[in-house]
């Protein structure tokens, strides 16, 4: 099959006039944060969703469009992927989503179904809805690969394909990668926009350039510590006894482990010193560490980690964005055979692990948008090129949507009110 160019997405007619719309927006404020070039500077949090990951690259692409730009990223599972792409594809102020469109428009999705090929059948009539195929598949293959690896597919040809971008790009380690993460910017400076009404701001903590702080957290699930694990710097230790000698397509490996759908992913759990010390200050008190630490789906733990920037108390000197995805939801319904059970599992997991934290913190509701992702199934790892078309244009559209409508001396003036500095 032949390769997906960047400008299949970028010079249809309908993106170009969503581009410019978001062009005419450079002149609008979202943040404090600006370097000489004239970008500005936010952070960005991106949920879930398998292959619908997609529209987060249209998503970025309008938000860099519009001239912004991204400090720290956090992602579960496909906003992982797409995470981990736009720290490692380039500096801070370079765009960046023109390269991710090239990357993830061409994932080799179907191989990534890299069981046997009696578990892409029963996969593929599941997701079709026909069930004596799915009966007929399940009685004769994919019994033993649940069984004895925990899924149907190894996941070792996504993890080989991000390995391959990443050491392409000279980040194929976490050193590499956080040392690009924190090359200087130009420039970068703090320009506080006034608040509206007339209202004084208090006095806030001094901005140094040199201080600045670039961050990955990538959400995980591990078993044997029954822990929302967060990768790299948080929680890497318990896993790496040298973190900076670890290739991040592990980090995006670990967090996209659906289950039953691909193996999770495993890794030995060094004895050294640092490494027990760094378990028993989780609360592991037994006398041995496991010897293996097994990783699933953040989803199952927190699929939209928007709380991972948050600051109480204060008024940011930027935002931090969210991109959700427009994943369906299982209409509620008897749960009498292995497809609705599977179904209904898979959107539970992933259905409301975070809701709780915006309803504690309202005025983050003014921070996200939703992606209308239309019908495109969340597992269909056959999409056509006019799909991955049509979910990159929806993320676009989306972001322009989301920029007219954010007003960021408002949200200054609401976290102000909420700080109950005002």
């Known amino acids: 099959m032949s390769q997906l160019q960047p400008e299949y997405f970028t010079e249809d007619n309908e993106v170009k006039s969503l581009v410019r719309q978001l062009q005419q927006l450079r002149s609008q404020r979202v943040s404090d944060i600006v370097d000489d070039s004239g970008h500005q500077y936010v952070d960005l949090v991106m949920e879930g969703g398998g292959v619908l990951g997609l529209s987060l690259v249209g998503y970025t692409y309008g938000l860099e469009a519009a001239g912004l730009r ?3 990223v956090a992602g579960t599972s496909a906003g992982a992927i797409n995470a981990l792409l736009v720290q490692a594809l380039g500096k801070p102020s370079d765009a960046k989503s023109e390269k991710m469109i090239a990357a993830v428009a061409n994932m080799p999705m179907a191989s990534f179904q890299d069981g046997s090929k009696m578990s892409r059948m029963a996969t593929e009539a599941w997701l079709a809805g026909k ?3 799915w009966k007929y598949s399940i009685s004769l293959a994919i019994l033993r690969p649940l069984l004895k690896h925990l899924g149907l597919n190894p996941g070792t040809t996504f993890h080989r394909w991000l390995k391959d971008i990443l050491a392409d790009n000279q980040t194929d380690s976490w050193q590499a990668l956080k040392q690009q993460m924190n090359t ?3 420039g970068l400076h703090f320009d506080p926009v006034p608040l509206p009404g007339n209202i004084t701001a208090p006095e806030t903590s001094p901005f140094d350039s040199n201080n600045w702080r670039v961050e990955l957290k990538v959400v995980t699930a591990e078993l ?7 990768l790299p710097e948080r929680d890497g230790g318990l896993f790496y006894d040298d973190l900076n000698r670890a290739n991040p397509a592990d980090f995006a490996r670990a967090s996209m482990s659906v289950p039953l759908f691909f193996y999770p992913f495993k890794l030995a759990v060094p004895t050294t010193e640092s490494v027990t010390a ?3 200050h989780l609360g592991y008190q037994k006398r041995t560490l496991p010897e293996t630490a097994v990783f699933v789906d953040g989803g199952l733990i927190s699929n939209f980690p928007i ?5 109480s108390n204060s008024v940011p000197k930027m935002p931090t964005f969210g991109a959700k995805l427009g994943i369906e939801e299982y209409v509620a319904g008897d749960i009498d055979s292995i497809k609705p059970y599977l179904g209904s599992l898979i959107g539970a997991m992933r259905h409301d692990a975070d809701e709780e934290f915006i309803r504690k913190n309202p005025d983050y509701r003014k921070l996200v948008k939703s992606i209308d992702t239309g ?3 969340w597992l269909d790892f056959s999409l056509s090129k006019e799909a991955k078309f049509d979910l990159f244009k929806r993320g676009l559209a989306a972001s322009l949507a989301f920029l007219s409508e954010f007003d960021w001396p408002e949200y200054k003036k609401t976290r102000l009110t909420l700080a109950g500095l005002k």
């Open 70 to 72: 991204f400090r720290s």
């Open 131 to 133: 069930n004596w195929l």
């Open 278 to 280: 760094a378990w028993q």
């Open 184 to 186: 200087p910017i130009a």
């Open 224 to 230: 044997s510590s029954t822990s929302k694990i967060v």
């Open 375 to 377: 019908d495109h199934h």
């Open 307 to 311: 709380n991972l920037f948050h600051t």
